[in-house]
T-cell receptor, first 114, second 110 residues
Framework: KAGVTQTPRYLIKTRGQQVTLSCSPISGHRSVSWYQQTPGQGLQFLFEYFSETQRNKGNFPGRFSGRQFSNSRSEMNVSTLELGDSALYLC?????????????FGSGTQLSVL | GIQVEQSPPDLILQEGANSTLRCNFSDSVNNLQWFHQNPWGQLINLFYIPSGTKQNGRLSATTVATERYSLLYISSSQTTDSGVYFCAVGRKDTGNQFYFGTGTSLTVIP
């Protein structure tokens, strides 16, 4: 069974641009959540999608948004990029939206904003 | 949110040694998981352990939810165990919104 797939693996953008990251969950998993990892702030929850609906959102500005498609694939978008958005963005999938689920992560997208 | 503290922050071991990593959390949780982040950045799920004890090969974990801590034991460490170990906790009714600790960076030297 294939794991969580994130594309692209690396991205370089300049300030003010926007970026879209993609995540395909494990087959059969319907919940997708996104996390940002930086050396200063560690791993922080961005948002979670289940059945194409955002279920939870972390403490991030509105420039960070996402969506989920009917096949459970998810995308996150960051608009008007800032230098501080440079980070490893990790996607995780689980079977359903529940606090009793095991979380499986992809390899991440390393975003560098110049 | 929930505060998650991990100790020690850094650990250097000789191959074959044993170690214990600790995770303290500030509030009641319904979910606790341990992850290993490899040098390529991927987080590998080691344990889903909201309470009790589990073992998987050379690794075992214990969570005492009433006292708000969890321990990860690594026995007979190998160089492939190197990386960062994270503890993550989640509350009831918040889906997969997890609070992560700052991690323990483990280096196993041959």
């Amino acid at each position: 069974k294939a794991g969580v797939t994130q594309t692209p693996r690396y991205l370089i953008k300049t300030r003010g641009q926007q970026v879209t990251l993609s995540c395909s969950p494990i087959s059969g998993h319907r919940s997708v959540s996104w996390y940002q990892q930086t050396p200063g702030q560690g791993l922080q929850f961005l948002f979670e999608y289940f059945s194409e609906t955002q279920r939870n959102k972390g403490n991030f500005p509105g420039r960070f948004s996402g969506r989920q498609f009917s096949n459970s694939r998810s995308e996150m978008n960051v608009s008007t990029l800032e230098l501080g958005d440079s980070a490893l963005y990790l996607c995780a999938s689980s079977l359903v939206y529940s606090t009793n689920e095991k979380l499986f992560f992809g390899s991440g997208t390393q975003l560098s904003v110049l | 949110g929930i505060q998650v503290e991990q100790s020690p922050p850094d650990l250097i071991l000789q191959e074959g040694a044993n170690s214990t990593l600790r995770c303290n959390f500030s509030d009641s949780v319904n979910n606790l998981q341990w992850f290993h982040q490899n040098p390529w950045g991927q987080l590998i799920n080691l344990f889903y352990i909201p309470s009790g004890t589990k073992q998987n090969g050379r690794l075992s974990a214990t969570t005492v939810a009433t006292e708000r801590y969890s321990l990860l034991y690594i026995s007979s460490s190998q160089t492939t165990d190197s990386g960062v170990y994270f503890c993550a906790v989640g509350r009831k009714d918040t889906g997969n919104q997890f609070y992560f600790g700052t991690g323990t960076s483990l280096t196993v030297i041959p």
